[in-house]
């Protein structure tokens, strides 16, 4: 983190005077290509809401981790969610349901059992507001390392699975014939989904963290021309508003997180005026 920290001083920026600023800023230059990568699998498969889900059932397991006095609650989630995904793969591989039918019911059911825990025997629900709005500026060093090796992952499963994973989407039939597993496929998307999610849930907070899962391959969606286009610039756009998102929450004194939020909302809205006109 020294390092780190000696190359902030370089930049003559008056909100990288401080230590914590600095590890918010590293851990969103992080965030921003796993958010983006994740981003256009999410959004060529038709997961969208899966990732809400999984929110959900974070916020359920960090409740539970909680109740038996947890010192980092958070793992309990990352479990927690990564059994969450891996039940609903199992579902859905054996249901006739449709995917935003279970969607819905694992959603609507993790988010009941969550406040269920967390209100049990009475308790307070505001010691949870902080996994629902986020901090990024109160991310740690620690932090920031399991980042870096979630970021390392992720950046494997995109080599390896990516292409197949949007051939499963558009034809999951036809995947299975040229011998692509698609059970195993959807399963490790939907655990690495759940990681991310998790450990990005008391950066971001839970209300907005879906936004940043689809909007940076949905605003690439509207400009691209082919999937080259369509991952470099759902990379781009998340690192955009992720740099833009922090710079306004420290001058503004706002949310970081809904900052972010917002501004892959307006590049949406631009990248979709370039469509129009293109079309």
């Given at each position: 983190?020294?390092?780190?920290?000696?190359l902030?001083?370089?930049?003559?920026?008056?909100?990288?005077?401080?230590?914590?600023?600095?590890?918010?800023?590293?851990?969103l230059?992080?965030?921003?290509?796993?958010?983006?990568?994740?981003?256009?699998?999410?959004?060529?498969?038709?997961?969208?809401?899966?990732?809400?889900?999984?929110?959900?059932?974070?916020?359920?397991?960090?409740?539970?981790?909680?109740?038996?006095?947890?010192?980092?609650?958070?793992?309990?989630?990352?479990?927690?969610?990564?059994?969450?995904?891996?039940?609903?793969?199992?579902?859905?591989?054996?249901?006739?349901?449709?995917?935003?039918?279970?969607?819905?019911?694992?959603?609507?059911?993790?988010?009941?059992l969550?406040?269920?825990?967390?209100?049990?025997?009475?308790?307070?629900?505001?010691?949870?507001?902080?996994?629902?709005?986020?901090?990024?500026?109160?991310?740690?060093?620690g932090?920031?390392?399991?980042?870096?090796?979630?970021?390392a992952?992720?950046?494997?499963?995109?080599?390896?699975?990516?292409?197949?994973?949007?051939?499963?989407?558009?034809?999951?039939?036809?995947?299975?014939s040229?011998g692509?597993?698609?059970?195993?496929?959807?399963?490790?998307?939907?655990?690495?989904?759940?990681?991310?999610?998790?450990?990005?849930?008391?950066?971001?907070?839970?209300?907005?963290?879906?936004?940043l899962?689809?909007?940076?391959?949905?605003?690439?969606?509207?400009?691209?021309?082919?999937?080259?286009?369509?991952?470099?610039?759902?990379?781009?756009?998340?690192?955009?508003?992720?740099?833009?998102?922090?710079?306004?929450?420290?001058?503004?004194?706002?949310?970081?997180?809904?900052?972010?939020?917002?501004?892959?909302?307006?590049?949406?809205?631009?990248?979709?005026?370039?469509?129009?006109?293109?079309?």
């Amino acid at each position: 983190m020294s390092i780190w920290y000696t190359l902030c001083d370089l930049i003559p920026l008056e909100m990288l005077r401080w230590d914590f600023m600095k590890n918010a800023l590293l851990a969103l230059l992080l965030m921003a290509p796993l958010f983006g990568l994740l981003s256009t699998m999410i959004v060529t498969g038709r997961m969208s809401f899966f990732s809400d889900a999984l929110g959900h059932s974070a916020f359920t397991g960090i409740a539970i981790g909680s109740i038996f006095g947890l010192a980092a609650p958070i793992w309990a989630a990352v479990g927690f969610s990564i059994g969450f995904a891996l039940l609903f793969s199992w579902v859905r591989n054996r249901s006739n349901q449709a995917a935003d039918t279970l969607i819905g019911v694992f959603s609507s059911s993790a988010v009941a059992l969550g406040i269920f825990i967390a209100t049990l025997g009475g308790g307070s629900f505001t010691k949870y507001n902080k996994f629902l709005i986020g901090d990024i500026l109160s991310v740690t060093p620690g932090e920031i390392g399991m980042l870096v090796l979630v970021l390392a992952g992720v950046l494997v499963f995109w080599m390896l699975f990516a292409n197949r994973l949007s051939l499963i989407a558009i034809h999951p039939q036809l995947a299975s014939s040229r011998g692509i597993r698609v059970g195993l496929a959807q399963t490790l998307f939907t655990a690495a989904i759940a990681v991310v999610v998790t450990l990005s849930i008391s950066s971001v907070g839970l209300l907005i963290l879906n936004s940043l899962l689809v909007l940076p391959a949905a605003s690439a969606r509207n400009i691209s021309r082919n999937i080259k286009e369509y991952t470099l610039f759902s990379v781009l756009f998340a690192l955009a508003a992720g740099l833009g998102g922090l710079t306004l929450s420290y001058y503004l004194g706002s949310s970081a997180g809904a900052a972010i939020s917002l501004i892959l909302a307006l590049i949406f809205a631009v990248t979709f005026s370039f469509r129009k006109v293109r079309g």
